[in-house]
């Protein structure tokens, strides 16, 4: 069993991370930090764990070295330390970048053991469902133990990015004081941390170059607000990415001003909510340079301004002269008479997110038919359909969606007919997830399950690796999607198939099934123990809300013993005292966290 | 709950049964509202008003009529009053608190338990009345479970058995029984929650009797 090979693709934050990435940005602007692109110069000592080669494989493992640093890809990387024990310490020696795909897969010690001179770090924690509210308060994926581990073992660190872990404020600290080169900060999905957390960062972190701050859940009393804008250095700074959207609470302006205008190299900036239209118009101003900007509200706030409402001909000019933007989102209020201030950069637009804009046609019809480089496009259904042919007509690169590659789409009802056609049409889909969000909603045309719709996806969609299922399912979908998904390495199910055979047909027919997530379908013990060739495959395994009972995962359990097996959940167990209402299990080299919570169980 | 042939979750309550496809429609309604259901062809509900308030048929006006009398009920219609309120799925449609925050205007409040070191936030406009919010307050804190009294509702932590006071904090700043006030009032008046432990509740405004025959 290596350390992850996970198969997910790679989201936008993600993809940052290839260590290529990180060399070519390192040789732009001032400031120190050791260079990750030229890592011979900066060898650290070699930890030797058992007997040392002989000279030739000495001069062997050097050279190995020296080919291996160009190996990026993590999966090559963990193929190549497969090789052999010379192989296996080499590749280790080179890694720069560790992906901890499950935190609980590994632990601090063994993991920074093995890898010595990782300048970057990321890590995720807990499961995607725990965003729907369906793992409780308190479960774990701390991040404290990591860099309490870090802050002695890579005191060269310079990028971590977190998943859906709980950060505190004296994480956020330590990590600040710690990392002299550190550069890189990004937060997904996070929570325990607040302003003073991040004024840790911005005050010590002087090297900082990336602070990006996405959909955390960043708590803050009211009384204990701290102004962490202010705490930037005042002199010019390396910043080249801020993200704060999901700081729920106000911002000093005048010191968000005055950072823009002292970073020279700042490239992207997305504000929250409380930035009004008419401060975003003079952070523009001041950063004309901007690739990507986030605009917050995109509407006045009257108290805020105190200045009198922004003409849109001066918006206009702003964004007329912010020639480099290729990334707009935000659009948090959007007051629709400020929308068409965006027309002269559209046709540079490769992505454009109007997902938290209630945007009729009308209003994007003149925004879309201008941006013919548009690559990724993200919009609510109050455009209708006349707004989705309108973007149809003009956006080349999604035009009869041949070049599609990813699909999100919920809607309240479906027909096969549909999804068949989108499959037809989109043959080059590498995600498709469709949410009918009605439960258990059958093709509203004539009545049938959803089976053969996605059973078309998988059949045409060769390169399909990451499929989210819904409406009215039987077990025939499994049956399609084990037949043909071979590939799929992400499954999200809810509320889906007949009986234990729909999970035995999954479990055995995609080989390549990485993570498997199933809510309130009714899959039992039977189902689940078709899975046990498969496990140690896999990253995880949830359900909750499905016919489990306790038995079941104790045979898993027992059966495997690298497996993780944690069950929790509701409390209401009167009538079936054996039921499992949640189950989380996962391959782990450490064997049971020591931070169990006492809602859950380790089987 | 059993599992019907067309492979209904095991958590669709029987008590809501026979509703089929307008159990699960997700309106814009608001509970006691009543009006008028959605038939099977209607239009296109908005994505943002579907995930901005989710409720399901249980929040509406038919359940709100059993609930004003809960005071003189026993457990069995307890567990029938939360599976109903349970109609109302968790995490269902799947999206994100930051994007079903930034749809809407928030009635977010924090909710804080006395001895834990986390606060958590719960919608209390996504609720249609205390039943679900206690129903939520249960899922968040999975170790809890609601205790029903002839005046109020506990939390009870089965592991030690303590029992907790859902507490909440008005605009006037005063801290008060959730529970005592209309639904409605209650939504508009309360800018936070606390699980307070009931051995320090006991100084707490008292109660109007007649108040429990207002709960929504």
Known sequence: ???????????????????????????????????ASSPLKT??????????????????????ENVLQFLACRRDRNAASLVCRSWYRAEARTRLELFIGNCYAVSPARALGRFRCARALVLKGRPRFADFNLVPVGWGARFSPWVASMAVAYPWLERVCLKRMTVTDADLALLARSFSSFRDLTLICCDGFG?????????LCRNLRVLDLIENDVEDEDEEVVDWISRFP????????????????PVNFAALEALVARSPSLRRLRVNQHVSVGQLRCLMVRAPQLTHLGTGSFETVPAADGAAELDVAELESAFVASKSLVCLSGFRMVAPEYLPAIYPVCAGLVSLNLSYATTTAEQLKPVILQCHNLRTFWVLDTVGDEGLRAVAKTCKHLQGCQRLRSILYFCQRMTNAAVVTMSKNCQDLVVFRLCIMGRHRPDHITGEPMDEGFGAIVMNCKKLTRLAVSGLLTDKVFEYIAKYGKLVRTLSVAFAGNSDLSLRYVLEGCHKLQ?????????GDAGLLSGIHHYYNMRFLWMNSCKLSLRGCKEVAQRLPRLVVEVFGDQNKDL???????????????????????????? | MSTTETGCSSTEPEVTGGLGYDETELTLSLPGAGGSRPSETDRKRGFAETVGLNL????????????SSDSSDGPVSSALKLSAAKAQVVGWPPVRSFRRNALRSCTYVKVAVDGAPYLRKVDLEAHGGYEQLLVALEEMFSCFTVRYYPDERRLVDPVNGTEYVPTYEDKDGDWM???????????????????????DAINLATRMPQACTNNK
């Open chain 2, 177 to 199: 029984l959730v529970g005592d006030v209309p639904w409605k009032m209650f939504v508009a008046s309360c800018k936070r929650l606390r699980l307070m432990k009931s051995s």
């Open chain 1, 576 to 603: 079936d005292s054996d039921a499992v209402e949640k189950l989380y299990l996962y391959r782990s080299l450490v064997g049971p966290r020591d931070d169990v919570p006492s809602f859950v169980k380790i089987l």
């Open chain 1, 43 to 64: 060898r650290c000592v070699r930890g030797r764990v058992d007997q040392p080669p002989p000279f030739s494989g000495l001069v062997l493992e050097n050279v190995l």
């Open chain 2, 56 to 67: 399901g048929a249980a929040s509406r006006g038919e359940d709100c009529g059993a609930r």
């Open chain 1, 515 to 523: 993570k498997l997530e199933i809510r309130d379908s009714p899959f």
């Open chain 1, 1 to 35: 069993m290596t350390e992850d090979c996970d198969g997910e693709e790679q989201d936008e934050e993600t993809r940052r991370w290839s260590p290529g990435q990180g060399s070519s940005s390192s040789s732009r602007g001032g400031g120190s930090g050791a260079s």
């Open chain 1, 234 to 249: 005042e002199t010019a700074t390396c910043l080249e990415s801020l993200s704060f959207e999901c700081v729920n609470c």
């Open chain 1, 195 to 203: 302003t003073p957390g991040l004024a840790a960062v911005a005050e």
